[in-house]
């Protein structure tokens, strides 16, 4: 017989519970056995009640964050080896309100992707005819990084600012809206850095910096905010030497 | 869209003040934050010299007295780690807040570190100097 390991799950039925509680379920163990697999096993063999979110099982979609063993974690990338011997337990993301088992209402952190105007805005409109938006490998170095997240909220589940003041844009939409304000084919950063001075932007980061930690693509956050920081009191100081308009 | 026959029910759960607690990563912000009150009380002893020292010879020998007893030794010690702690996190974070470019690549973030701590023995060189000539 397979050797077994044991998977608690955090779940919570909105239609029968008043509050989320803990089932616990035993799975064979395989070497190479991801924890979304578990979970499908999971929801395939034992309960088919258990919800959780999921698609490409290869950390690009961004679905199955979750909190394992309280540090948030893609189901898909983390792998049940690393846990043995010992049991894993799985909540939903942190920070987030749970609508169903392991899926969170995710709204929140969307809308503040959306506000931050998540797309180039040229300096100046050009025509079809007049060309491409020519940019250097120099020129892209400079927002690359801040440019491969994919949206899977873990950096909002490590965020205890967010935690606990649900105004802070957080660490993905300010990386966001650095990415676009460092592409050198971008125009918007005036309208951007109205929403990144207030002290609902980045000054309500007080540089944790658990959600460069926790990201699973190397995006770094907490960098993205810092230099944030950094072109904010630049803002600052230029505007008190502006005439007024 | 009717939401009124809507089954959803979204459970928040409660940020307990004990969040910290839980760990490893948030016990050591917190340390690095609480280094903080630390400095504060050893900025007030300074400024309490800088008060003594104006109010003339034996109120300045007075504070240089109290700085001699043991209690007074043991928080300076304990000062000095925090400094420490903290100077460790802050060099360890800076490379965060600059991001500097040779050509196409980004500079790794070690010898951005390495340098503060290189900066920091050669400013240590110099004050010690500075008070063994003096």
Known sequence: ?245 | MDHSQSKRKPFVRPVKKSWWLKDRFYILYMLREGTSLLVAIYAVILMVGLLRLSQGEVAFNGWLAALTHPLSILLHLAVLAACAFHAKTWFALAPKAMRIFKGDELIPEKPIIMAQYIGLAGASLVVLLFVLLA
């Open chain 1, 1 to 245: 017989m397979a050797d077994m390991i044991e998977i608690e799950i955090l779940r919570y039925r909105p239609e029968e519970d008043n509050e989320p509680w803990l089932q616990t379920f035993q799975v064979p163990y395989r070497h190479e056995m991801s924890v979304l697999e578990a979970l499908s096993y999971i929801k395939d063999e034992l309960d088919s009640t258990v919800s959780f979110r999921w698609s490409c099982r290869m950390a690009i979609c961004g679905s199955c964050g979750m909190m394992v063993n309280g540090v948030p974690k893609l189901g898909c990338k983390t792998f049940l080896r690393d846990y043995i011997p010992g049991k894993i337990t799985l909540e939903p993301l942190r920070n987030f309100p749970i609508e169903r088992d392991l899926v969170v209402d995710m709204s929140d952190f969307i809308e503040k992707l959306e506000s931050i105007k998540p797309y180039i805005i040229p300096k100046e409109e050009k025509s079809v005819c007049e060309g491409e938006y020519i940019q250097t490998p120099a020129q892209l170095a400079k927002f690359r990084q801040f440019s491969m997240c994919i949206n899977c909220g873990l950096c909002y589940s490590a965020c205890p600012q967010y935690g606990l003041k649900k105004s802070f844009m957080g660490p993905a939409a300010l990386a966001l809206l650095y990415r676009y304000n460092a592409d050198s084919r971008d125009g918007g950063q005036a309208a951007r850095m109205k929403i990144l001075n207030q002290e609902k932007g980045v000054w309500s980061c007080t540089f944790v910096g658990y959600c460069s930690e926790v990201c699973p693509k190397g995006v770094d956050p907490a960098a993205a905010i810092q230099l944030g920081k950094v072109e904010s009191a630049k803002d600052y100081v230029i505007a008190m030497f502006k005439p007024e308009e």
